[in-house]
C-alpha cells in the first residue's frame, strides 16, 4: 500500500515560510526535465511519482480504488495521495498553502473546498500554476471545448485572466443537471384522490396539501398525513417554491444585468406570506425546521408525507426504483405577480476539481493526465474502473456484447462502484454525459435504466424550459472577497433565522420593514454592490 503523507506543521513553520509563497517559483520551464509524450499513452515513458491531495473517500481508500490503479498502469504516472476526511479538507489545505508543504496536484475538491477566492489568491502567491498555457499545449480535449463554448471559458478565469484549476462540465447536448433535488408528488396518494392534473399554480397546490391533510390519502383512518416535509430543513422547498414568486434564488441573483438580495424584495414576503398560511394550517410539516433526515425517511417510508425532497423519488420511500415511476415529479408553478413558470437552472460549470502547484515535478504530465477524463473512455475509465473490477462482458439474448455488473447484489451496485471509481461522491474534471451506456444490472436489462429515462422526461418536461442561471460563477478579487467576508455570515444566518420565524409566525410579517431596515443596517447594499462588480466583470469577458 502507498504511503500515506501527513500534512504537519507547526505555526513557527508556517509563518517562517508565508514568505516563500509570493514567489513564482513553479512555471513549466522551471520543472524536471520530464520527457512527456505529445499524444498516446502512456503519458511519459518511464514512470514518475507524483503526490495528489483529494477528499478522502466513504467506501474505501484511494490506494484500492481499482481506476486509480488502471489510470496509473495506462499513464505511467504513479500517485501517492493525501486523503483528509472531506469535513477536515479545507482545513488541511489551507494548513497546505500557509506551510508550504505542498502536493503536486489537488483533486476532486471542488469549489466548496477549494474555493474560486483561494485559487485566485494562491495562483497571484505562485503556489497554485495558471493553466492556460498548459491547456492550450497539453490538454487538446478540454482545449477544444473551451474554443467552441467561451462561455465556460469565462467562468473560470480568474480576476487577473489566468485559470487556476479545471472544471466539471455539463454540456446541453449530453446531461441535464437539475439546480438541486427535486420535489416529488406521492402518485399513490394522487391516485387515490382522483387527481388527473398537477398544480400549475400556488391556489393549485394550496388546494392539493389542504386534500392532502383532510382527506385520509394514506387509508389508515387516522388525520396523520403531512401535506409537505423537506429533509433538508426548508432547502430544497424553498428552492422550488421561490419561482412562483418571481425568484431563482433566496439571497444574490441576477436580473437583465442588475443583481439583487431577493430575500428583501416584495417578491420574498409574499413567498413568506404563502408559507405562513402553509405552516398555519397544517401543510407544511411542523417539524421541517428541526426534524433530522432520519426522522424526515421514516415519514416518506411509511407513506405519510404527500409531497417531499428526494434526489431520486424511491430514494425516499424505499420502494424499488421501477415502483417509483408513479410518482410525478413537482411542476413549476406560477402565482398572482409571477405569470409564467420559472425554475433555477444549473450553470453547467464546476470549478476547483483539478489544480496543479508549484511543487509538481511535471505540470505537462500532470495536465495531460487530468485531459484524458475528458474523454469518453477516460471518464468511463475513472467511474467504472477497468474490466473485470466492477463490470464484465456478457452477452445477451440479442447477440450484443455488453458490459455487466459483477455483483451478485443488485441493490448494493451503486455502492460498489464507490469501490471503483475516482469520481464517487466528488466534483472532478470531465465532461458529464448521461447518455453513456451504463453498467447493466444483468445482460438483458436495458442500456439505460427505466428510472434514468424516467427522471430525464419528467426533467426535460417540468424544468429545462422553465431555466435561468440565478448567478453565473463568477471569480472575486481578493479585495472583493475581503468585503464580502466581513458581512456574509451575519447577513446569510439572519435571513435564515428570519425565514423560519416568519413562517412559523414566531414573528409577524408585519415586521417586515424592521427585517429590511436590520439587513441595510449589516450593510447589505454594499454585499450587493461587490457581486455586481463581479458579475459585470464576468459580463464583459470574452
Known amino acids: 500500500m502507498k504511503k500515506k503523507y501527513v500534512l504537519i506543521a507547526s505555526l513557527l513553520m508556517a509563518t517562517s515560510l508565508l514568505a516563500a509563497c509570493g514567489s513564482k517559483e513553479g512555471s513549466a520551464t522551471q520543472k524536471e526535465n520530464i520527457k512527456v509524450e505529445e499524444k498516446g499513452m502512456p503519458i511519459v515513458k518511464e514512470k514518475i511519482k507524483m503526490t495528489m491531495m483529494a477528499p478522502g473517500l466513504t467506501k474505501t481508500e484511494w490506494e484500492d480504488l481499482a481506476a486509480a490503479k488502471a489510470l496509473e498502469d495506462l499513464t505511467n504516472i504513479d500517485f501517492d495521495y493525501i486523503t483528509p476526511p472531506q469535513t477536515d479538507f479545507e482545513t488541511k489545505l ?65 480576476p487577473d485572466g489566468h485559470i487556476y484549476s479545471l472544471p466539471r462540465l455539463y454540456p446541453e447536448e449530453t446531461s441535464n443537471p437539475l439546480y438541486i433535488s427535486p420535489l416529488w408528488y406521492n402518485g399513490e396518494w394522487l391516485e387515490k384522490l382522483g387527481v388527473k392534473e398537477l398544480p400549475k399554480n400556488t391556489d393549485e397546490l394550496y388546494t392539493l396539501l389542504k386534500r392532502f391533510k383532510t382527506e385520509d390519502p394514506n387509508g389508515n383512518g387516522k388525520q396523520d398525513e403531512i401535506p409537505l416535509s423537506d429533509g433538508n430543513k426548508l432547502l430544497i422547498i424553498r428552492t422550488w417554491l421561490l419561482p412562483a414568486f418571481g425568484m431563482k434564488s433566496q439571497t444574490i441573483e441576477e436580473q437583465d444585468g442588475k443583481v439583487r438580495f431577493a430575500a428583501m424584495s416584495k ?11 402553509l405552516y398555519s394550517e397544517g401543510l407544511l410539516d411542523k417539524e421541517v425546521f428541526s426534524q433530522s433526515p432520519d426522522q424526515f425517511q421514516g415519514n416518506t417510508e411509511t407513506d405519510k408525507v404527500g409531497l417531499f425532497s428526494a434526489y431520486a423519488s424511491y430514494m425516499a420511500t424505499g420502494k424499488n426504483p421501477a415502483d417509483a415511476l408513479n410518482d410525478p415529479m413537482f411542476q413549476q408553478l406560477t402565482s398572482d405577480i409571477q405569470d409564467t413558470p420559472l425554475a433555477p437552472g444549473h450553470p453547467r460549470v464546476g470549478t476547483g476539481t483539478f489544480a496543479i502547484t508549484k511543487k509538481c515535478p511535471s505540470p505537462e504530465a500532470a495536465i495531460r493526465w487530468a485531459d484524458y477524463l475528458y474523454t469518453e473512455e477516460g471518464a468511463d475509465l475513472a467511474g467504472n474502473g477497468p474490466e473485470g473490477a466492477f463490470w464484465q462482458y456478457e452477452t445477451n439474448k440479442d447477440g450484443e456484447k455488453v458490459r455487466v455488473y459483477v455483483g451478485e447484489d443488485k441493490q448494493k451496485m451503486e455502492e460498489d462502484r464507490g469501490k471503483i471509481g475516482i469520481d464517487y461522491g466528488l466534483v472532478t474534471p470531465g465532461l458529464q454525459n448521461d447518455y453513456v451506456t451504463s453498467i447493466r444490472e444483468t445482460a438483458d436489462a436495458p442500456a439505460r435504466s427505466i428510472w434514468s429515462e424516467f427522471q430525464e422526461k419528467e426533467t426535460k418536461a417540468k424544468v429545462t424550459p422553465y431555466e435561468e442561471v440565478p448567478f453565473p460563477v463568477v471569480y472575486m478579487t481578493k479585495e472583493e472577497t475581503d468585503q464580502i467576508a466581513t458581512t456574509s455570515t451575519d447577513i446569510l444566518t439572519y435571513v435564515e433565522q428570519m425565514e423560519a420565524k416568519f413562517i412559523t409566525g414566531v414573528e409577524s410579517l408585519d415586521n417586515w420593514d424592521k427585517y429590511v431596515k436590520n439587513l441595510k443596517g449589516m450593510d447589505v447594499d454594499n454585499y450587493v454592490k461587490v457581486y455586481q462588480q463581479a458579475y459585470d466583470r464576468w459580463a464583459k469577458a470574452e
Do not use: C, R, W
Open 267 to 277: 417578491d420574498y414576503k409574499e413567498y413568506l406570506t404563502f408559507m405562513n398560511k
Open 94 to 158: 489551507n494548513l497546505a498553502f500557509a506551510s508550504d508543504e505542498l502536493p503536486d496536484v489537488i483533486f476532486g475538491a471542488g469549489s466548496s473546498l477549494l474555493k474560486n477566492s483561494v485559487q485566485s489568491d494562491q495562483g497571484a502567491q505562485g503556489n497554485l500554476l495558471a493553466l492556460e498555457d498548459l491547456i492550450k499545449e497539453h490538454a487538446p480535449n478540454l482545449n477544444k471545448i473551451l474554443e467552441e463554448n467561451p462561455e465556460f471559458k469565462k467562468s473560470i478565469t480568474a
